[in-house]
């Protein structure tokens, strides 16, 4: 705790936490990185469970650099925001629940698009995928949904 306490009170932390313009800018590029990750991982898993029927299900795999784009703007703008108050956030139900649920969703998506990419090289692009990727798809959609939820609560909740 010692650590966070200290994390908070370094010059960058107060700067994001006082200055007029840095804690809505990094606000701002926090939900630019979570349209990225989530909107591209939402269409992997939507095309996943089979809509539209028409898109061949290779076209949201070109959308996974945009995702790990999304992960990293978010990584690196969420450690600013953490920083501004770590001892608060250390003990926030939400951000736990947040962190938990971003974890399992990068698990779920990782391994999806690999299983993704392995049943499109042996079925065909135009193949429906199996029901554990389509089991998959659903777990991802839910735990970037609960994760998107736990990360407007954290504000609200102490």
Request: aromatic share 14%.
């Amino acid at each position: 705790m010692n650590f966070l306490i200290w994390l908070s009170n370094t010059d960058l932390a107060t700067y994001v936490g006082e200055s007029d313009w840095a804690y809505p800018i990094i606000l701002t590029l926090h939900g630019l990185g979570m349209a990225a990750l989530v909107g591209s991982t939402w269409m992997l898993d939507i095309r996943t469970l089979g809509f539209p029927r028409e898109m061949p299900p290779a076209t949201p795999l070109k959308f996974v650099p945009i995702a790990w784009a999304g992960f990293f703007l978010n990584l690196a703008s969420g450690l600013l925001l953490f920083i501004q108050n770590a001892p608060k956030y250390v003990k926030n139900p939400p951000f736990l629940t947040k962190m938990t649920l971003i974890v399992l969703g990068g698990v779920f998506t990782w391994t999806l698009v690999r299983r993704y990419r392995q049943e499109i090289a042996i079925k065909g692009d135009m193949a429906p995928l199996s029901p554990a990727a389509r089991t998959m798809a659903i777990a991802s959609f839910l735990f970037w949904l609960g994760a998107i939820v736990a990360g407007r609560l954290i504000a609200y909740i102490k």
